[in-house]
Structures are given as structure tokens and as C-alpha cells.
């Protein structure tokens, strides 16, 4: 009888034990889809703090009253700058004051040469040169394009919106940057998640470009010697984070300290009293140097029952039956969310055209009806262009389907190089593509459109020892417009452009 039980207690214990591991490994699963969440949800309301700068500047910051006042500031002597600069920042100050409270941080004019202009966060500190601290600047300034990413500045830190400036003549004058505070983003990723979000950034890149004046506006984080964070985040941490302190303290490990130094990705969980901390260390990199300059760190718990108690029977029962509970509720969260992820690879598949990789007609139609409900609720103008390739039935016979298919993928990757990445490139059929401009009048789609024909022309002539070209059809959505309305009319200039000797543009 004694040997039944030894073996029923051995079945029992190696059950629990298996439990318990099984346990640890969805804990791991559950983890690490945690993690992809967090790095999802991050780059969401970074693009939604994109789409509220473009706003900003399409609307109010590249208008007329604000260009004929900036435009001269370049050439002008120091007492006519500090005119401008007294001027610009009067124009803008209340509209500057009414962003701040839909998180805006930074309104920041430079001139052509990477000089600071007009700091509305900081009016009083100017006529500094940003070329060795700011990449973003000097690139805007460069090549005249807007762009976005995360770098480090001599007062704060934050994800970058710079764009360039043009005068009424098409002479560029200069840039500004539309930035959001790192609070912003904390407050409202905090808003939609049960982790809270803390930046820290090195101590090296910090004391390198901050102003010293700026200094005490940044504190050593936790035991992180190496690293330092905002005052205004710690402080929102110590007035609204819900979490004991207990959530920093396997932080504190020696073994782990080593480990986050490396600026890598990382994912910590500890049992602490029945209660199980995560922390998820996501890597910063400055996207203009591609250096390594900190982390965003989402912390939080998972609410579990307490796994230890003195009687072992009782502990094993406990890791039983609540393994089981906990594995199964585990198993069905992380099967929603793979099924999830499954159905956006599905969806995928279904609006990827399978040779060239750009987003088919399915997809097209998608946006294009997003475009249009855009315009009805804000009245932001966007603009439609068809092109096909000339002769193309001509290519695939002299040469073959195969010369034909390289011509489409190469020709492709050309135009996909050419658009800004809030345009919408679409294959919708043989050798027809769309692109979708928002924010574009006509005159913007069809100077688009030449830059693509032209482009077009110059490159793709090394396939078939002669040039390649596109016959291109513009249009504008209008208040009296429909979806069909707008394609017919976009189809018809197409075909306009065609029979009017091919390789142009016609818009209308």
C-alpha cells in the first residue's frame, strides 16, 4: 500500500512539476506577444502624432502669412532677424500655445545653414547652429524633404517632424520641426494599456548635446547609472503610476543591469509575491545616425495568485489547479491573438500583388474610399493618378513575358523610390498602376506625375537597350465627385496622354 501512494504522490508531484513548467513557458509566450504589442502600440501613436504635425503644417505653418514673414530672415542683418524673429513668434504664439495642449512641444524655425531660428518652447535661445547635433535639420535642409524619426536635441529628446520651408517663388528658405513631447506619448499609450511607458537615454549622448542650462532637467533612472530620464516623466510616474515599487526592483539585478547596457532588445519577468513584473526594453536608435541612444521601457503586472504556501501538499493542489486555470485562460489568450496576427497575414496576401509586391487593386479601392471620406469630413484635398506602360503588349512579344515581368518589378521599385510614403502605389491590372496623393491639389499631382514619367524615362532604358515610358492621367477629387467619377475622369486623361503621342502627363 505504501508503494501505491509513494507512486501516486510521484505521479502527483511530476504532474505539478509539469504543470508548472508548462505554466512558465505560456507566461513566456504571453510575454513576448506583451512585448509586440507594446512595440506596436508605440509606433501607432507615433504615426498618429505624424498625421497631427502634417496637419500643422500643411494648414498653418506653410501658408502665406507665415512664409512672407520668415523668408527674409536668412539674408537679413542681426537687427532685421530680431525684427523677424519678434514678429514670426507674436504670428504664431497663441496657435503655439493652443497646440500645447493636444501635447505639442516643439515649433522650431532653422534657416537654410542649420541655424536655430525660433525656438517657441525656448523663444529666448537662438542663433545657435544645429549642423553637428541635429541630422534630421541638416538633411531637411539638404535635400528638401520632409522626415521623421527619433533624435536627441540640446533641450529635449523626442520623435522628430522636420520639414522644409518655401517662399512664393519656390526658394527654399529654411525648415521647422513640429515635435511632441515624450509626456504626450507616455500619457497616451498609458491611456490605451495596462503597462506604463518610461525614455531613457544614455549619459553620454545626453551630456554631449544638451545645453548645460538644460541639465537639471534630466535625472538618474532607478540604480541605471549609465542612463538618465526626463524630470517631467519621473515625476509622472511618481504622481500616476499605479505600480508599487517592487516593479523597479529585479531592474536592479547586477546580472540584468549587464544586460540592458547593451542597448538590445529585452524581456524581464520576476515573481514577487504572487505577483509577476514585466519589463520590456525596447531600443532607441537615433534614426538619422542609426546610433543606439536609449530605450522606451514598458513596465507593468500580471495579477496572479500567490504560488508559495507553507504546506507543500497545499502548494502543489495550488500550482495544479491553478496551472491548469491559468495555462488554458493563457492558451486561449495567446490563440486570439496569433489568429489575429494570422487574419492581418491573410489580409496581407490578399492585397499584395504577387510579382511587383505593391498593393493591389483590392487594396486601392480600400484607400481610395479612406481618401474620399477624408475630404467629406475635413475638406483636405487629395489627388488620383493612372499610368500604364507604353507599348507593352510590344515588350512582352519582341522580348518575352519574363523581360516583361523584370520591366514591371524594376519600374516599380523606381516609382515606389519617387513617392512620398503617405502616397498610396498600386498595381490594379497588367501593366496599369494608381497612385493615391492626399494632400495634393491638382497642380502638386501633376508636377508629381512629370517627376515620375521623366524618371521613368532616364533609368528604365537599360532593360531593353531603349527608353521605357508611361503615358500618366491626373485628376483632383471635387466636392461633386464620386469614386466612379473621379477614376473615369483620372482614366480618360490617361488615355488622352496616350493618344496624344504617349509619354506625357495630362491633367484635368
Known amino acids: 500500500m505504501k508503494l501505491y501512494i509513494k507512486i501516486a504522490l510521484s505521479l502527483f508531484f511530476i504532474f505539478a512539476l509539469a504543470n508548472t513548467i508548462r505554466l512558465n513557458f505560456f507566461i513566456q509566450d504571453l510575454n513576448k506577444i506583451q512585448y509586440e504589442k507594446s512595440e506596436k502600440n508605440l509606433a501607432i501613436i507615433i504615426d498618429d502624432v505624424k498625421n497631427l504635425s502634417d496637419f500643422i503644417y500643411e494648414n498653418i505653418i506653410s501658408k502665406s502669412k507665415v512664409i512672407d514673414v520668415f523668408k527674409d530672415a536668412h539674408h537679413a542683418d542681426e537687427t532685421q532677424k530680431s525684427a523677424i524673429h519678434k514678429k514670426l513668434y507674436e504670428l504664431l504664439k497663441n496657435d503655439y500655445d493652443m497646440y500645447t495642449r493636444y501635447g505639442i512641444q516643439q515649433l522650431h524655425f532653422h534657416l537654410p545653414n542649420n541655424d536655430s531660428f525660433l525656438r517657441y518652447h525656448k523663444p529666448q535661445k537662438f542663433g545657435d547652429n544645429l549642423s553637428k547635433f541635429r541630422e534630421s535639420v541638416k538633411y531637411v535642409n539638404k535635400f528638401k524633404k520632409p522626415i521623421i524619426g527619433f533624435e536627441e536635441g540640446k533641450i529635449f529628446n523626442g520623435y522628430r517632424y522636420v520639414y522644409p520651408l518655401f517662399d512664393n517663388k519656390n526658394q527654399h528658405i529654411g525648415s521647422v520641426e513640429i515635435s511632441t513631447s515624450l509626456l504626450t506619448f507616455k500619457q497616451i499609450f498609458e491611456k490605451h494599456s495596462d503597462l506604463h511607458l518610461d525614455f531613457i537615454i544614455k549619459n553620454d549622448i545626453i551630456e554631449k548635446k ?299
Open 210 to 508: 544638451l545645453f548645460a542650462s538644460e541639465m537639471s532637467n534630466y535625472k538618474e533612472y532607478q540604480t541605471l547609472k549609465n542612463f538618465k530620464i526626463q524630470s517631467t516623466l519621473l515625476d509622472a510616474n511618481e504622481n500616476n503610476c499605479p505600480h508599487p515599487q517592487e516593479i523597479y526592483s529585479f531592474i536592479n539585478d547586477k546580472e540584468l543591469q549587464e544586460k540592458i547596457q547593451t542597448i538590445q532588445e529585452h524581456s524581464f519577468y520576476k515573481l514577487i509575491n504572487g505577483t509577476i513584473y514585466i519589463a520590456h526594453f525596447m531600443p532607441i536608435l537615433n534614426d538619422f545616425t542609426h546610433e543606439k541612444v536609449g530605450y522606451a521601457i514598458a513596465l507593468g503586472e500580471l495579477e496572479f495568485v500567490s504560488l508559495i504556501k507553507r504546506n507543500a501538499i497545499l502548494s502543489y493542489m495550488i500550482v495544479v489547479v491553478f496551472s491548469l486555470l491559468i495555462g488554458f485562460a493563457l492558451f486561449i489568450y495567446a490563440y486570439r491573438l496569433k489568429k489575429e496576427l494570422a487574419t492581418k497575414k491573410l489580409e496581407d496576401e490578399t492585397t499584395t500583388d504577387h510579382l511587383t509586391r505593391l498593393k493591389n487593386r483590392k487594396y486601392f479601392y480600400k484607400k481610395f474610399r479612406e481618401a474620399i471620406n477624408v475630404y467629406k469630413r475635413y475638406k483636405t484635398p487629395f489627388s488620383l493618378i493612372l499610368y500604364d506602360i507604353d507599348n507593352f503588349k510590344k515588350i512582352n512579344d519582341e522580348h518575352g513575358h519574363k523581360v516583361g515581368d523584370t520591366v514591371l518589378i524594376q519600374m516599380s521599385q523606381l516609382v515606389e523610390s519617387i513617392i512620398r510614403e503617405s502616397d498610396t502605389l498600386c498595381r490594379v491590372g497588367g501593366e496599369e498602376f494608381t497612385i493615391i496623393l492626399p494632400q495634393n491639389t491638382l497642380s502638386d499631382a501633376k508636377e508629381s506625375a512629370e517627376k515620375i514619367r521623366l524618371s521613368v524615362e532616364k533609368n528604365l532604358h537599360s532593360i531593353l537597350g531603349r527608353p521605357i515610358t508611361i503615358s500618366m492621367g491626373v485628376a483632383e477629387f471635387e466636392e461633386s465627385d464620386t469614386e466612379d467619377t473621379l477614376f473615369i475622369r483620372t482614366d480618360k486623361n490617361m488615355y488622352r496622354a496616350k493618344n496624344n503621342g504617349k509619354n506625357q502627363v495630362t491633367a484635368g
